[in-house]
């Protein structure tokens, strides 16, 4: 959806308006809601509809500052699908109008052969890359199998009142022949897992 969006940040008193980028902007607003920052623990909440197609919304904390996930969070490995694709070919810094990116080309072997391009876009909407408040993560599906209709989805990094204590905030869309809301719940949290391991300083989780 290209608007502006009224950003609310964890813990904080008023509304920003702040514009988003051509193409970085949410897709939707995210209704899960987290818990108090004073009992914040690193667990992953979602909701999730199948109408229609699959929608899964989910956020969760992070115990590190928002500039040492941020950081973490740009790169390939804590964000492609490596459990639920057979091959990935990865091409970085392909888009140079954004501050990081990516193009995924990913294989899936299972009774016939699925390809399909996903394209990743990184940038810091609020704040610095360095010291966001606000950053955003936006992949979608370019070309390849018509088994994938719609494949897309946001991840924003946000700053709280606590200066080390991140959030990540995920939307995911998925519209494909033979894949549900299991799938995409465990690539969501799949994807959470990883990029908290990341933060931490260690490596991408094995698959589940």
Not at 3 to 10: D, V
Not at 154 to 169: G, Y
Not at 190 to 199: I, R
């Amino acid at each position: 959806m290209k608007r502006a969006l009224a950003l609310l940040l964890f813990g904080c008193q008023s509304n920003v308006h702040t514009p988003f980028p051509p193409g970085l902007e949410p897709l939707a607003d995210n209704p899960v809601t987290l818990g108090p920052l004073s009992a914040a623990t690193e667990t992953l909440v979602t909701q999730t509809s199948d109408s229609p197609y699959v929608k899964v919304f989910a956020k969760g904390y992070v115990l590190v500052a928002p500039g040492t996930l941020w950081a973490a969070a740009k790169s390939p490995a804590p964000n492609v699908a490596k459990c639920l694709t057979d091959m990935q070919a990865v091409t970085e810094n392909d888009d140079t109008a954004y501050e990081y990116s990516f193009l995924v080309h990913y294989t899936v072997n299972n009774v016939v052969t699925v390809e399909w391009d996903d394209q990743w876009r990184f940038g810091t909407v609020g704040g610095t890359p360095d010291a966001p408040v606000l950053a955003m993560i936006r992949h979608q599906k370019t070309q390849g199998s018509s088994f994938i209709t719609l494949s897309e989805g946001t991840t924003e990094v946000d700053a709280t009142d606590e200066p080390d204590i991140s959030a990540l905030s995920f939307v995911e869309y998925l519209d494909a022949t033979s894949a549900g809301v299991s799938d995409v719940l465990k690539g969501v949290q799949h994807n959470y897992d990883s990029l908290v391991a990341v933060a931490h300083g260690g490596t991408v989780p094995a698959c589940p």
